[in-house]
């Protein structure tokens, strides 16, 4: 079955460091790929998407992604962490192009540290 | 712009007990979804519908019904609550790309 694998259901980084999450796909074929953000009691936020084109992509807060077919990747990262990103951030992949499901890893909790 | 609106923010059923949860979107998306969302779980696909009079099981469809009678609403049926059903529930639209999602109905089942 199709499936989205994040590594490590909680990071803890310290307030400026580097923010690694990863994400890891099942498919051979690209898929369009998304990160959420979710903070406390609110709803899915978009972060960024990969969709076709440059695989490096950019999205809002300073974060980024690159697309890694290679690998079936598609890491998030940020070089500098910010108390204000703590949060949970979902993976999330949709097969089949426009005409596919939605597909969420189960999320890695985002700890910052003054 | 309203997005995707889900109603009501939070409810408490007794078992048994039965209730819909609604969900409108005004992006004119033809893809739908609700999902559920447990501690540690992720997201899980409840049903979806890819346009108004279509729809279909998600990975975790039992115990739950939908309808799409509209392209604006679809709403998701609890017949018989369980307390296996207390979850937070997120309703979603999506056009051709990224789904946008709603601000989730807090369920809890007792």
């Known amino acids: 079955a199709q499936s989205v694998t994040q590594l490590g259901s909680h990071v803890s980084v310290s307030e400026g460091a580097l923010v690694l999450l990863r994400c890891n796909y099942s498919?051979?074929?690209?898929?369009?790929l998304f990160w959420y953000v979710q903070y406390p009691n609110q709803g899915l936020q978009l972060l960024l998407k990969?969709?076709?084109?440059?695989?490096l992509v950019k999205g809002i807060n300073g974060f980024e992604a690159e697309f890694k077919k290679s690998e079936t990747s598609f890491h998030l990262t940020k070089p500098s962490a910010h108390m204000s990103d703590a949060a949970e951030y979902f993976c999330a992949v949709r097969y089949g192009g426009s005409q596919g499901n939605l597909i969420f890893g189960k999320g890695t909790k985002l700890s910052v540290k003054p | 712009n309203a997005g995707v609106t889900q109603t009501p923010k939070f409810r408490i059923l007794k078992i048994g007990q039965s209730m819909t949860l609604q969900c409108a979107q005004d992006?004119?998306?033809?893809?739908m979804y609700w999902y559920r969302q447990d501690p540690g779980m992720g997201l899980k696909l409840i049903y979806y519908?890819?346009?108004?009079?279509?729809?279909d099981k998600g990975e975790v469809p039992n115990g739950y019904n939908v309808s799409r009678s509209t392209t604006e609403d679809f709403p998701l049926r609890l017949e018989l609550a369980a307390p296996s059903q207390t979850s937070v529930y997120f309703c979603?639209?999506?056009?051709?790309?990224?789904?946008?999602f709603g601000q989730g109905t807090r369920l809890t089942v007792v």
């Open positions: 498919s051979s074929v690209p898929p369009y």
């Open positions: 990969y969709t076709t084109g440059a695989t």
């Open positions: 979603a639209s999506s056009g051709q790309e990224q789904a946008f």
């Open positions: 519908s890819v346009g108004a009079g279509i729809t």
């Open positions: 992006m004119n998306h033809n893809y």
